[in-house]
Every structure is written in structure tokens, then in C-alpha cells.
């Protein structure tokens, strides 16, 4: 079983959307714990060891570590645009 860290702006934009969407994205950041790599889930080709997933219209940006058994979600943000990824772009810079 993995252990997931959430960075705290994941926290703070989960808690400002409506209260349906934080239970759909809580439920799929949950499953992290048992699956890190569910079906619909890419490595970031240009950012690995990082990995996307989507869960309704949200994407979820995180970096799963193996030997370490955590998953650690580092960006949450809306699928239209690219916006996700140049947030992500500065984060690593």
C-alpha cells in the first residue's frame, strides 16, 4: 500500500471547488493508495518521474516514488488548456 502526500496547493484547490468534485477527486487520489498507475494514467514524457491522471474535468499531476511506496500529488487543475502543464513548468524550474 502507498502512501500519498499532497502538496499544499492541492489542498487548498481541492477545498475551494464544489463539494461533488472534492469527493470525485478524493475518491480517485484515494485509490492512488493501492493502484499508482490506474488505467488512464500517463508518465509525463518530458517530466518523468512525474505522472498525470484525470479524473472527471480535472488532471492531477503527481510523482510516485517505488522504492520510497509514496505517491505525492503535486498539482490539481482543470484538463481544458494547458494550464496544468505551465504551472508545472514553473514548479520544476
Do not use: W
Not at 484547490?13 to 490506474?38: C, E, G, M, T, V
Not at 516514488?65 to 520544476?92: C, D, F, P, W
Request: glycine letters at 4%; charged letters at 30%.
Amino acid at each position: 500500500m502507498y502512501q500519498i502526500i499532497l502538496d499544499k496547493r492541492v489542498i487548498k484547490f481541492i477545498q475551494a471547488i464544489p463539494q461533488k468534485h472534492q469527493r470525485q477527486l478524493k475518491k480517485y487520489i484515494l485509490s492512488f493508495q493501492n493502484d499508482p498507475r490506474p488505467h488512464d494514467s500517463k508518465t509525463l514524457k518530458d517530466y518523468e518521474p512525474y505522472r498525470r491522471g484525470d479524473c472527471g474535468e480535472y488532471r492531477i499531476v503527481y510523482r510516485l516514488a517505488e522504492s520510497e511506496k509514496t505517491v505525492h500529488v503535486i498539482l490539481v487543475g482543470k484538463r481544458n488548456g494547458n494550464e496544468v502543464y505551465q504551472q508545472l513548468k514553473m514548479l520544476l524550474v
